[in-house]
């Protein structure tokens, strides 16, 4: 659905993609992480046609983005800051305007308010939203013209975890339904539980790509088994053959509060790669 071959973009001098490649086949999610700055924000616009490149292939429903009608833009949905946010607007008169300018029945309005949890809130104000309700709202126009293709530029940023869930599970929906979703974040956890495939941005560059899990798995350096003790204890083993008696009699012994391997999360991974981390600390 999306392909990016050798793409190149410069600011002035500033090379800031600097040959990025992966394919993003239909119905499935594709996460680029990175740390603020990366480029993940200008990667999108370009994809979207709003932004000229310098090299390489990119290609967007069989398009170059540069080619891209108005008729060809309306299967996109985007969530980007706060782009297309009415302040002063209820939520139910934010996706009226949007439906006007999209062609969309004002019928779904309502669908769409349920679907992202802001039914009861369809009369408040935009600008009487908290952080997650604006996201949602903002969500609620992204879907509103049923997109094959939907973008969420950092969908999660600032929020807490229970919200951050909530957006989620409405994202995993929209896969379900058969949309492409092209995801950036600099949240590991979230590319973990979301993303089918994932590619880590560094200054420019992918430095590692490939699902979560396998990404893990290849940095997997101790390849050990990690059991904490109901004693407080904690021990290591080899994850081979010859540990398997010990761990055996341990487990049957009922002494294993928690058992463990070793493989790294993403942003250790990206940590190695790059000596930095993928998420400020806060
Ligand atoms: N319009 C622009 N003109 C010049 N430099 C830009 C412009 N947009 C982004 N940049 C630079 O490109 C780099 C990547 O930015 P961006 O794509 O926004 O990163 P991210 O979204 O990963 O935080 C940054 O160094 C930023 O300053
Ligand atoms: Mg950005």
């Known amino acids: 659905m999306i392909q990016c071959k050798d793409l190149r973009k410069n600011f002035d001098s500033h090379e800031v993609l600097k040959g990025i490649s992966f394919d993003i086949p239909k119905g499935s999610i594709f996460g680029l992480l990175g740390p603020s700055g990366a480029g993940k924000t200008t990667l999108i616009k370009i994809l979207?046609?709003?932004?000229?490149?310098?090299?390489?292939k990119v290609e967007i429903?069989?398009?170059?983005?540069?080619?891209?009608?108005g008729k060809d833009k309306k299967n996109f949905g985007i969530m980007?800051?706060?782009?297309?946010?009415y302040e002063r607007f209820s939520c139910r008169d934010n996706l009226s305007v949007f439906a006007d300018i999209y062609n969309v029945p004002k019928s779904r309005i309502?669908?769409?308010?349920?679907?992202?949890?802001?039914?009861?809130?369809?009369?408040?104000?935009?600008?009487?939203?908290?952080?997650?309700m604006r996201a949602r709202l903002q969500l609620a126009r992204?879907?509103?013209?049923s997109p094959e293709i939907i973008f969420l530029d950092e969908p999660t940023s600032?929020?807490?975890?229970?919200?951050?869930?909530?957006?989620?599970?409405?994202?995993l929906e929209k896969k379900k339904n058969g949309a492409t979703i092209f995801l950036t974040t600099h949240n590991m956890d979230e590319a973990y539980k979301l993303c089918d495939n994932i590619a880590l941005l560094n200054e420019g560059k992918i430095v590692e790509a490939g699902t979560p899990k396998d990404i893990c798995r290849r940095y997997d350096h101790q390849k050990k088994i990690k059991l904490h003790l109901q004693t407080g204890e904690d021990v290591e083993m080899e994850r081979n053959g010859e540990s398997a008696d010990e761990i055996s009699e341990l487990l049957k012994s009922g002494k294993v509060e928690t058992i463990h391997s070793t493989e790294p999360t993403l942003e250790t991974v990206f940590l190695e790669l790059t000596g930095r981390k993928?998420?400020?600390?806060e």
């Open 48 to 56: 979207m046609g709003q932004l000229a490149y310098d090299e390489g």
């Open 61 to 69: 429903m069989d398009k170059n983005p540069e080619k891209l009608t």
């Open 80 to 85: 980007m800051d706060n782009f297309g946010v």
């Open 110 to 132: 309502n669908g769409i308010l349920d679907e992202v949890g802001l039914l009861d809130a369809s009369k408040t104000q935009a600008s009487d939203l908290s952080k997650g």
């Open 142 to 145: 992204t879907f509103m013209n």
């Open 158 to 171: 600032g929020l807490d975890p229970q919200t951050m869930r909530g957006i989620h599970k409405i994202i």
């Open 278 to 281: 993928l998420q400020e600390e």
